[in-house]
């Protein structure tokens, strides 16, 4: 029969296979179970031999249950391939296989394996028969063997701060023993500042990870073959900026200080005229759009400017719908010294009132010194049916976050002798150490500062005193202090 591999729920799917055997042996007893039965896996064959000692009682034929798993390594295709990696997912099938017949003298079974790359979960099971009944089924394991590899190493980080995402990369691990069909691939776990923990699987040695929701990411990396994995690599992504939202612009209860709007009407719904506008919100219930109907003629504007300019900026979101078949355009405009466009689009560009609404993204890292204002101009097209929104608009920010220095501890130091003042280091910081002498009435700030994530002090030849120190880290701007417990 030949090998088949047959898609499993992740349930073993049970194939009987009976081994038929003519035989004239007549048993007074029904036969007890077979004894040391085991499974030794031949490499070079890709095959399992199976062995056993038969029963004492006469034997006409044996029945031979098995699975051999197999995992498959399936890459997920996506738009985020390269940038985050290939994720991959994990598939299992199971092999069977069917021996020939033999006779109860023999007792060893060559069961192939097949090619490709199985798991180590494969389980087998035999049940004598004779002319009394059946014996005892004896169960064993289908063990291939395979050495996890080692943790992969050089395992390391940077943060891009116009998006805030953290950009891992490692070197891949050293194999000892492995089948030549083995595929390696990397179980990544992500642990957050507020313990929760999810997991995914890669083949390439680089994934990204967003840190805008969290203060910090403690990423794990363990290699693997089949099920086989190593301790993991661990290192821990640490956020010293955040995203912020400059201006309120989701509509929902109207139109914000933060703007100047001049044409432009908050609305839920659908807009007034038949055959244009938004049937719904992109998100919530309010958006606001420029009436085309009452009055307005072509090439009418409607301006939504905001208030202040925004030097810190670095990325406009917006999203927008424009059904109607005498659609205007819409334009964004940044103003240095004058108004510049940085994006339009004209006519209609949506099926109908409840098609999806688009998102755009802008790019404002080239105005930083300039200080902008931006506004959305509206211009009407040549009929009523041109009510174009806007909604979930977002300018965004990255502002320093204070980052809270962990792992304190002041302990003496034999060489080099004195007190050494260690912690856990934030990448991208240097460090200001205090030194207190008086349980911290008064402080020396200018002490120690520098990069590293330890401090050696020397100067303790007073042993009669008690030392205290406070550690803080700094970029563009400096943490609160972190005291270490007292050290003599």
């Known amino acids: 029969m030949p090998m088949q591999f047959l898609p499993s729920p992740r349930l073993p799917v049970i194939f009987l296979i009976p081994l038929l055997v003519s035989s004239l042996v007549k048993a007074d007893s029904v036969p007890s179970a077979v004894q040391n039965a085991q499974a030794v896996f031949d490499e070079a064959n890709s095959k399992f031999v199976v062995t056993w000692d038969p029963p ?128 390696l691939y990397y179980k990544v776990t992500y642990v957050t500042d507020t313990g929760v923990s999810r997991s995914k699987y890669y083949t390439s040695n680089f994934a990204a990870l967003d840190l805008s ?72 219930s309010s958006y606001v759009y420029f009436e085309t109907s009452g009055g307005v003629s072509t090439g009418d504007e409607a301006i939504l400017e905001t208030v202040s300019d925004f030097k810190e900026s670095n990325k406009l979101y917006f999203s927008y719908h424009m059904y109607g078949s005498t659609m205007g ?30 998102d755009v993204e802008i790019d404002l890292s080239g105005y930083e010194e300039s200080d902008p204002r931006i506004r959305f101009r509206g211009v009407d097209g040549n009929g009523y049916r041109g009510d174009m929104a806007i909604d979930n608009i977002r300018i965004t920010a990255a502002v320093e976050v204070a980052v809270a220095i962990t792992g304190l501890n002041a302990e003496y130091s034999p060489h080099p002798h004195g007190l050494k003042i260690s912690w856990d280091e934030i990448s991208g910081h240097l460090y200001e150490v205090a030194r207190s002498t008086d349980a911290g009435v008064t402080w020396d700030y200018s002490y120690h500062s520098g990069y590293g994530e330890q401090f050696i002090d020397s100067d303790i030849d007073d042993t009669s005193l008690t030392y205290y120190y406070r550690v803080r880290a700094c970029s563009s701007s400096c943490t609160s202090w972190t005291s270490s417990p007292a050290a003599q």
């Not at 098995?66 to 940038?83: A, C, F, H, P, R």
């Open 329 to 358: 355009s819409l334009y964004v405009e940044i103003y240095e010294d004058s108004w510049n466009t940085v994006w339009s689009v004209t006519g209609q560009q949506h099926a109908g009132i409840y098609s999806a609404w688009t």
């Open 56 to 183: 004492p009682e006469g034997v006409t034929e044996y029945y031979l249950t098995y699975y051999i798993e197999k995992m498959e390594i399936i890459t997920v295709s996506g738009d985020n391939q390269g940038l985050y990696g290939y994720e991959v997912e994990r598939d299992y099938y199971y092999n069977y296989d069917e021996s020939d017949s033999f006779p109860p003298s023999v007792t060893q079974i060559i069961m192939s394996a097949g090619s490709g790359g199985y798991g180590s979960e494969g389980r087998a099971s035999i049940r004598p028969i004779n002319n009394q009944g059946s014996g005892p089924t004896t169960s064993f394991d289908l063990v291939r063997p395979v050495d996890a590899p080692s943790p992969p190493s050089n395992l390391t980080y940077e943060i891009r701060e116009d998006d805030l995402v953290a950009y891992f990369s490692w070197s891949a691990p050293s194999i000892s023993y492995a089948p030549a069909s083995a595929e």
């Open 213 to 284: 929701d969290n203060q910090y990411w403690d990423y794990h990396v363990s290699a693997c073959i089949y099920d086989f994995c190593s301790a993991p690599s661990t290192i821990r992504a640490q956020l010293t900026t955040q995203l912020v939202d400059l201006v309120d612009g989701d509509f929902e209860s109207g139109i914000s200080a933060d703007w100047i709007a001049t044409g432009w009407q908050q609305r839920s719904g659908q807009t007034p005229s038949f055959g244009t506008g938004p049937g719904r919100a992109a998100s919530g």
